[in-house]
């Protein structure tokens, strides 16, 4: 283990932590004062002065040894880095709401880091100001770690990177990069810079204040879907807002380097000829019709536009993980309820900022399904899969198949677990908020929906889920690894 | 494809079936008579002159043509026969139950034949003898199919035939038949009708009289579940006969040729050494321990003994998939429930009559899960994996994975399948009736819950359940390939 270069890397992560708290702070300074914006932004301050503190430590810890990095090294930056970030970052939190546990403090800031958008205040359009900045800023950031940083700290590995990085980014790596990461990484923060601007940009034109305009920006192009209103995206009451939203947040959940590849090349082709994409927006279109389906048949008694926007919007926020609300969908009809369960596990394209388990791995499962299904009664036939004209090779399927194994095992284990921390919470609840956490979705249904939150839940229940979010948006392997003792060993 | 080897061995089920309706209608009129009776007696007849001229048409059809049998045939004879025994197997209870839909009929004796035990009938202790006999026989020579047919027919395959016999003895095979497959399909049924003999007399000297002691040994040694009472086994109120089926549920849910092998040669050492069982006797342990904390915490205020025999037996019954009740075990507290919930998917060993997913399909996924955490910073280390002092090879790990990801697929498709049937069907309700349908368990929780029955449910959705627990029983792939148009080729 080479501890010099995770040292550093961590210095990184600080320093840029201690940025984006200063920034907050300098917003809270920018709109006018009272005491609940005094002591918030004194959090900030102090979450400001410890972030740089420990880069300075950091720092000097890391000042000797070799600047090389291998997979573990990077696993353990990234698995630390998401977890550390998610500890600095609850301070403000901690030092501005009355009340607040440390736990609580560490989910809701875990939940922005990871952009999963659960949060545990009951009443958010009274925090202040530059609180709602920092919660909905630590979600963009986490979003770009997420598509940017994988690329960035990946960009100073070797070859054998490529298993790292074509598991967060399967299937689409090399014609792209053609080897020159840092280029790509470069490249991708761009993109992620543009769609924010103009996010943000047609969020105002809809109406939206700069103040709300820039904070839903930063958690729609990151799927993390924190709110500045208590009533999420259904207290604007704007159908041109909601619109906007639908538009970025499916794009958001698109891979960005077929974005990339799109914008560059071919144009709308290149998106219609990749198979991921084609499945994730036949998902989208196929469960918003369902749902519409059954919001008509149910006759909630509004405009059809209503409805159908309503259903739409639901649908993509749930699908790309986002979380934003409009509709209580958690009274909607059971098989409307049953398709958005489903729709929380299969989540957005892989490179995305989206979570769940990914469309491409659920498509790769279920082409294996079929192979294994023709291999029953044709043994002797052995036919290669092509993905986006590309065969995959048996280790790669083999790992996505163990991927959804390992999905499997961690909801099933985390059912149990938080079922003895909250042994009042009902199946349905429970269900829906471990895989609300875990994929990174933000609400789930039953007491943890849309107009709910996670406030009463206990507090180990809360440090739990956090790490239950980290656990996923880092794809569990770069958290499950840091248990592993062989991982610490000085000179293995 | 092959059909007059098909047909030859769809003529011999039919003449099975035949014979067993035949003894189910002598039972019949060994009882005292009433109207009731003479319908069930009629049906009964019905339903065997039914099956014999099935056979014969059956027989004639496949006169002609070579007697080889490849993977294909074996699949299509597996599926077909189960389908078209339920179908059967219907007849009784459609012609002697009043106001009984041939679905629901078709419900009750798929669930028979597939050793599931869920009912449509909500006052079962009424039914006339001649159909409760017949009910619970259709669950032991659906147990003695699952472990024996799939060895019988097997032995007339090739080499080739091993593909598809380990998929359902992973692991277990070569060391007991060295290739004489048809001595061990004769070995295993000499096992199952001890075991059967040893459960009913075992029943008899608890105090049950010999119908009851028959008909509970019939649905004991197949984890079957069905029971001559409406309250199940609560119905018997005696510790000791739920002791003796605690004892015969448990050996049955372990595999055959484990047993087989313990009794010939090392003895108890066998099965300590052998992990699958291992693994089973731990999690049986574990989630009994668990189950017996909630309720003492839960505060039940019945006698110590009642209430560790209530977890015991309630554990042991949902494990090995049996699903008889002693206790409402819906009404127990969540984490109980989700505990029960854990261990439907679980299910028994490979090769026993139990369902679920087997323990050593799961163990096996977890262990491919520590290997890809390790590989994922660890890239050159390669380790085989071994189970029972046996090296895996790649692709038997990989067909495991797919089997956990295929199993996943089923259940959140009939999820969405069951609740657009059934709109009003609780999330909880729906999902444990799919898993206690798909895994061949029986009761679910909620509303279709041990003192509930499946009854209320529409017809569609009893014909979709039963081919869903069919498709269970015979782990997917003889269902699924009925499906697929290329093996309905004549030449291919
Ligand atoms: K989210
Ligand atoms: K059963």
Redesign the interface.
Same mark, same amino acid.
């Given at each position: 283990m080479n501890y010099a270069i995770i040292f550093r890397l961590l210095a990184l992560i600080h320093l840029a932590i201690g940025f984006a708290l200063t920034s907050s702070f300098l917003v809270g300074i920018a709109f006018p004062f009272d005491d609940g914006d005094t002591y918030a932004v004194r959090g900030l301050e102090l979450g400001a002065g410890i972030s740089f503190l420990l880069a300075i430590i950091f720092m000097v810890l890391g000042r000797k040894g070799k600047a090389t990095i291998?997979?573990?090294e990077a696993?353990a930056v990234i698995g630390l880095g998401w977890l550390l970030a998610s500890t600095v970052g609850a301070i403000p939190y901690y030092f501005s709401v009355e009340d607040l546990s440390f736990a609580s403090a560490f989910f809701e800031s875990a939940s922005g880091f990871t952009t999963t958008g659960a949060s545990v205040f009951s009443d958010i359009s009274n925090l202040p100001h530059a609180l709602l900045f920092w919660r909905s800023l630590t979600q963009w950031i986490g979003g770009l770690g997420v598509v940017v940083f994988f690329v960035a700290i990946l960009s100073f590995l070797g070859s054998?990177a490529k298993?790292?990085f074509s598991r967060e980014y399967s299937g689409n790596t090399e014609d792209v990069f053609d080897g020159r990461m840092q280029t790509g990484a470069l490249r991708i923060m761009l993109l992620y810079l543009i769609l924010s601007l103009l996010c943000a940009v047609s969020y105002r034109l809809t109406g939206m204040g700069w103040f709300d305009s820039i904070c839903h920006m930063f958690t729609t192009v990151s799927t993390g879907g924190f709110s500045t209103l208590t009533e999420s995206m259904a207290g604007f009451n704007s159908p041109a807002a909601e619109w906007v939203s639908i538009l970025f947040m499916t794009l958001c959940g698109m891979s960005f380097l077929l974005i990339l590849r799109g914008v560059r090349r071919e144009g709308v082709k290149t998106f219609f000829a990749n198979l991921e994409f084609v499945s994730y927006l036949g998902i989208l279109v196929a469960a918003s019709s369902f749902i519409i389906l059954i919001l008509f048949a149910s006759g909630i008694g509004e405009s059809a536009h209503s409805i159908i926007r309503g259903a739409i919007f639901q649908v993509t926020s749930i699908m790309t993980t986002t979380g934003f609300a409009t509709q209580n969908f958690a009274a909607w009809?059971?098989?409307a309820?049953? +398709?958005l @369960?489903?729709l929380m596990?299969v989540g957005g394209c892989s490179g995305s900022t989206a979570g769940g388990v990914k469309v491409i791995r659920l498509v790769v499962?279920?082409r294996?399904?079929l192979f294994?299904?023709?291999?029953?009664?044709?043994?002797h036939v052995i036919r290669p899969m092509r993905v986006n004209k590309r065969t995959m090779s048996?280790s790669e399927?083999?790992?996505i198949? +163990?991927? @959804?194994?390992?999905a499997?095992?961690v909801v099933?284990i985390s059912?149990?677990v938080v079922?003895?921390f909250e042994?009042?919470?009902?199946?349905?609840s429970?269900f829906s908020a471990v895989l609300a956490c875990l994929f990174n979705i933000g609400p789930g249904?039953g007491e943890v929906g849309p107009l709910e939150n996670f406030g009463a839940l206990e507090d180990y229940t809360k440090v739990y889920l956090g790490i239950l979010m980290i656990m996923g948006r880092l794809e569990f392997?770069a958290i499950?690894?840091l248990f592993?003792p062989?991982?610490w060993k000085r000179f293995s």
């Open positions: 291998f997979h573990k696993l054998g298993v790292l009809a059971y098989p309820q049953i +398709t @369960l489903c596990i499962g279920f294996s399904i294994h299904l023709e291999r029953a009664f044709r043994p048996t399927i083999h790992e198949s +163990t991927f @959804l194994v390992l499997f095992f099933v059912c149990i079922s003895i042994p009042h919470l009902d199946p349905l429970l249904l392997y499950l690894v592993a062989s991982l």
